[in-house]
Nanobody
């Protein structure tokens, strides 16, 4: 079984930064594929960034490229999402999720953490 717990959300002004963390309880953490998703009010959930197990290949949705960075800390069983140059449109609940197989749906989800970008 895999458990994920997000932290690091909060209120930040436009242009500011936040670092989200996802603590993962799982066997073979290094092999897990991890994704960060977000759901903004009135919008569908979207994937923000992901990182594969093993090689650590990353993906970013276009709207966050150059501003967000996903990283995996295998020593601490954690995945981080560094978010810089935040915009009001980044406001959402952010979730981390995990799956074992690359070409499959995500199997396990965290509870989410709120990020609000506002002046």
């Amino acid at each position: 079984q895999v458990q994920l717990v997000e932290s690091g959300g909060g209120l930040v002004q436009p242009g500011g930064s936040l670092k989200l963390s996802c603590a993962v309880s799982a066997r073979s953490f290094t092999l897990l594929n991890i994704g960060w998703f977000r759901r903004a009010p009135g919008k569908d959930r979207e994937i923000v960034a992901s990182i594969t197990g093993g090689e650590g290949l990353t993906y970013y949705t276009d709207s966050v490229k150059g501003r967000f960075t996903i990283s995996k800390d295998n020593a601490k069983n954690a995945v981080h999402l560094q978010m810089n140059s935040l915009k009001p449109e980044d406001t959402a609940v952010y979730y981390c999720a995990a799956k074992r197989r690359y070409n499959s749906d995500y199997d396990w989800w965290g509870q989410g953490t709120q990020v609000t970008v506002s002046s």
